[in-house]
């Protein structure tokens, strides 16, 4: 069958199931999640030797190591994806909910109720608990899912994505409620981008290339979720006994992610104490640190940094470190550089940090923390779709309610417009 054909079926497949699921109870949703989320565990062997396949030809394909850490699942991380399944099982279902009800002309009442969008199609790269977390969260809010995994993750999300759909097709959902485009051709990704018919949004989760692809083909609605070139400003009136530790999960932690620190910008009175100290550790931990020339000059360690460095997303242990005059002018190089995601400002200034959390145009703003907390699952919602950086529709970690509409119900008794 060609591809054209696969994805068509796929899709005629998936507008079904999503009516179905528009109409489902909240325990025949919750049933499937929890099948599901068993499910992972009971194939947890199956899953890491697929995975296994997808380490090895990246190696074999020259994958840098931090793609390779974020393809990598083991025992730990199949669990997490079981219990972030059993996580937005426990959510409050959206479908359905009024979210208010007046009385309009000629005695109508007039109601806004929280509806699912309907076929949502994800293209993502190289993460494959995406797979199970776009699932789970689709099928939630009573959406169908078509999944467009990297080819790098292939093996692996075939292993979930077949596992996930035959587990709630046991819960007595229709197939085609989680489907995943299984060829490698970019022509699919393309297609998937122009199925008008019955794909209702996209939803992008992957770096520029794909967020330009998408710009440049898709006639879909999509929901745009962001790179992450993401600043910590050091203010001067940081306190360096807490920032240090701050500053170093938001860059060591997990580097391969979009809310990991890529610029830190110091603050000219406090970097002849802050910047040796915190370079030092950052070093230690085999962080690459690319400065200005006031940075090279305190640390010569140090590589001076270009332009490019200030607007790049670097997924890997590199940070970018500049020293600044004033909190305005590191809020200027935040608006200039910056790709909305998240942004944070280390002080024990009080007008400071609300002239930062007022000032600083980004889905999410920090006071005193690490920009490594936007995560759909710390912010309560059991899991993410995506961190959209764009303010339409939704803004920040996508969860269920992200994932949802409404319209407008009305009841009449006779009344005619005159």
């Known amino acids: 069958m060609e591809i054209k054909d696969t994805l068509l079926e796929m ?35 199956e899953i890491l030797l697929a995975n296994h396949k997808d380490i090895e030809a990246g190696r074999e394909a020259g994958l840098t190591s931090a793609l390779i850490e974020r393809l990598t699942l083991n025992e730990k991380r199949v669990e997490a994806m079981a219990l972030g399944l059993e996580e937005i099982a426990a959510l409050r279902d959206p479908v ?58 292939l093996h692996s999300n075939i292993a979930i994505a077949s596992i996930l759909s035959q587990a709630a097709f046991s819960a007595g959902i229709p197939q085609g409620v989680i489907s995943l485009i299984e060829s490698p051709d970019r022509q699919a990704t393309t297609m998937l981008m122009k199925m008008n018919e019955y794909v209702d949004v996209l939803i992008p989760r992957g770096g520029k290339g794909l967020k330009l692809a ?44 979009c809310n990991a620190m890529e610029t830190m910008l110091v603050h000219k009175k406090i970097a002849p104490l802050f910047i040796p100290q915190a370079l030092t550790v950052l070093r230690e931990q085999g962080v690459e640190i690319r400065g200005d020339k006031a940075v090279c000059r ?34 200027n190089h935040i608006a200039n550089y910056g790709t909305g995601h998240s942004e944070a400002i280390l002080t024990e200034s009080y007008t400071n940090a609300q002239a930062f959390l007022n000032g600083i145009d980004a889905a999410a703003v920090y ?8 995560d759909g699952g710390v912010f309560g919602f059991g899991a993410e779709m995506g961190i959209s950086t764009q303010k339409l529709h939704a803004r920040g970690p996508m969860g269920v309610e992200q994932l949802t509409s409404t319209k407008f119900i009305i009841y009449g008794n006779g009344q005619v417009r005159e």
């Not at 509806?115 to 608990?129: A, D």
């Not at 689709?138 to 467009?148: D, H, S």
């Open 96 to 153: 359905g909910e009024v979210l208010g009800m007046w009385t309009a002309e000629k005695g109508l009442r007039v109601g806004r109720v929280r509806v699912p969008l309907g076929v949502i199609g994800i293209i993502y790269e190289s993460r494959p608990n995406v797979t199970a977390d776009a699932a789970g969260l689709c099928l939630k809010a009573g959406n169908a899912v078509i999944l467009r995994g990297g080819k790098e993750a």
């Open 214 to 257: 998408v710009l440049e083909n898709a006639t879909v609605p999509f929901i745009m979720t962001g790179m992450g070139n993401c600043h910590i400003f050091v203010d001067e009136t940081a306190n360096i006994e807490k920032a240090i530790p701050i500053v170093v999960n938001a860059k060591v932690q997990r580097p391969s992610v």
């Open 367 to 374: 006071v005193n923390a690490s920009t490594r907390f936007t």
């Open 298 to 331: 305190l640390y010569s360690q140090a590589v001076p940094a270009t332009e490019k460095d200030w607007s790049t997303e670097y997924l890997d242990l590199i940070l970018a470190v500049k020293i600044v005059d004033n909190i305005e002018e590191a809020m």
């Open 11 to 45: 899709g005629r497949a998936a507008r079904c199931a999503a009516r179905f699921l528009a109409t489902a109870t909240g325990d025949q949703k919750n049933r499937a999640l929890f099948l599901m989320a068993q499910a992972l565990r009971d194939h947890k062997k």
